[in-house]
């Protein structure tokens, strides 16, 4: 096997456990998830059931309390039914091989760490790492030919060199550490490679301090959002800035903070989010008139306070993972966008222009931020407080172009699928940026949306159009 793959030219993205921002950690659905946001690799934990099964848990217990190693995988798969399922490693496999995933196998069970290694050979499975915290495995391993990479897990205290003595892959698990990028020196570094040895670090979260670890010397990074370790960039002939409508919401349920995080970790530069006032006045995000449809409640927005509205479950009609999200306010959405240096596309639904312009000037957000409505009567409004907000304008709504280009000075036009795109270029003489909005998934579309190049857009399906521009970049 050629290990020519060990050496990346930017580190490879592990998801953790899976895509487990997203869905239940170690289920099936966790690891379609991370290959839909094209995850390089997928960190697999590996057990032994007490009937040699090889299954993908991470905890050696059920949640009742009952061993695993003590359990059949039949008595295991009938308490641990739907998402909180542990798949069969092989079915993880299957999975990896139909997507050309490559594999960090994570042996939580020492005498899992052969049969592992046998399955990845069965699968046909050419990137592969083989980790573990107990020393043991690895010499197993070695003793049974393993031609995959060996990683030892480092817990925080340990010596890296003297804990991963022999193995190929220092893997750091310092993710509880305050700022264990501190400890990335090029002395660190500069021994690893004099010891013959790559790097893999922690699952990482935070895009701060991701932002100060991806371009490091290192194979991979793990984090439970895997599109942050290497988020996506525009073409440097082509800076498209991509607009996620109501923001990532085939990962996460749609105007939720999960929502927000998942587009802007992806690299995307907009969240589009509708904003709504509530009956005690607060700016709140959401686009019904209703709650009825995204909630677990019922009634009008605007005859809610906020209190009511923060009380009810925003997520579950999603997935249960997301039953801990709540109504965003305004003022969180902001901040999400700010942890990511996001810009928000910002709709007013019926709210005060005057009451969202001074929260967006109070987070020292307006340049970061456009805005539209169906009620033009918002948008004047909006205009005679400020010159300076950025007015988006529909094309479909004027009969000319001209009468476009002077309604309210506008900074964007945009277009659908059904205008006249060769107006584009009248559009940029006169000093505006042009959007197309388009809420499909078909490829045909979206290529013909690509070709024609338009400063940003609006989708519904952000990730396939980041696929088609990277599959296009590699093909060159």
């Known amino acids: ?83 909180m399922a542990a798949p069969l490693l092989e079915d993880v496999l299957e999975l990896a091989s139909k997507h050309a995933a490559g594999i960090y196998a994570d042996i939580k069970d020492t005498g899992a760490a052969v049969p592992a290694f046998h399955a990845l050979r069965k699968f046909g499975i050419e990137r592969a790492i083989i980790g573990a915290f107990d020393p043991e495995a690895a010499k197993l391993l070695k003793e049974a030919g393993c031609s995959y990479p060996r990683a030892a897990l480092v817990p925080i205290g340990a010596d890296p060199f003297e804990h991963a003595k022999g193995a190929d892959i220092i893997h ?15 002395y660190f570094f500069r021994r690893a490679e004099q010891e013959n040895q790559l790097v893999v670090l922690w699952h990482e979260e935070d895009p701060e301090r991701m932002a100060a670890l991806r371009h490091m010397p290192v194979i991979g990074i793990c984090s439970d959002r895997p599109e942050l370790v290497q988020p996506f960039s525009p073409p440097q002939d082509w800076p498209v800035q991509i607009i996620c409508h109501r923001g990532a919401n085939r990962f996460a349920p749609e105007n939720t903070i999960e929502a927000a995080h998942c587009a802007f970790a ?43 509205l923060k009380s009810l479950d925003a997520g579950s009609w999603f997935s249960p993972r997301f039953k801990e999200q709540t109504i965003p306010t305004l003022d969180e959405i902001l901040q999400t966008a700010q942890r990511y240096n996001g810009s928000l596309y910002v709709e007013l639904k019926d709210t005060p222009a005057y009451q969202v312009y001074e929260a967006i000037m109070a987070a020292n957000m307006l340049d970061k ?79 013909s949306i690509i070709d024609a190049r338009p400063d940003m857009v609006n989708l519904d399906q952000p990730f396939l159009c980041r696929d088609m521009i990277q599959s296009a970049r590699k093909s060159l």
């Open 172 to 186: 750091l698990c310092w993710e509880r550490m305050h700022r264990p990028q501190d400890l990335m020196t090029e």
């Open 266 to 308: 992806a690299g995307f530069s907009h969240v589009e989010i509708d904003v709504r006032t509530t009956s005690d006045d607060q700016l709140v995000v959401i686009h019904d008139r209703t709650v009825d449809r995204t909630t677990d409640g019922t009634g009008v927005v605007a005859e809610l306070p906020l209190a009511s």
């Open 369 to 447: 931020c456009f805005f539209w409505s169906f009620d033009s009567a918002l948008l004047q409004d909006l205009r005679a407080i400020s010159d300076r907000a950025r007015i988006m304008v529909r094309r479909k709504d004027f009969s000319t172009l001209e009468e476009a280009l002077n309604f309210l000075s506008p900074d964007i036009i945009e277009y659908t699928m059904a205008e006249d795109w060769s107006e584009f270029v009248e559009c940029r003489n006169s000093g505006l940026q042009v959007m197309i909005a388009y809420n499909g998934a078909d490829r045909k579309e979206m290529q």
């Open 1 to 83: 096997m050629s290990l020519d793959w060990t050496r990346p030219a930017r580190a490879y993205s592990i998801a953790h456990r899976g895509a487990s921002a997203y869905a239940a950690e170690s289920s099936f659905r966790a690891f379609e998830i991370a290959a839909e946001l094209g995850a390089d690799f997928w960190e697999v934990d590996i057990r032994l059931t007490a009937d040699n099964q090889l299954i993908v848990y991470h905890d050696p217990e059920l949640p009742d309390g009952r061993a695993i190693k003590n359990l059949s995988f039949q008595q295991i798969d009938a308490c641990s039914k739907g998402e």
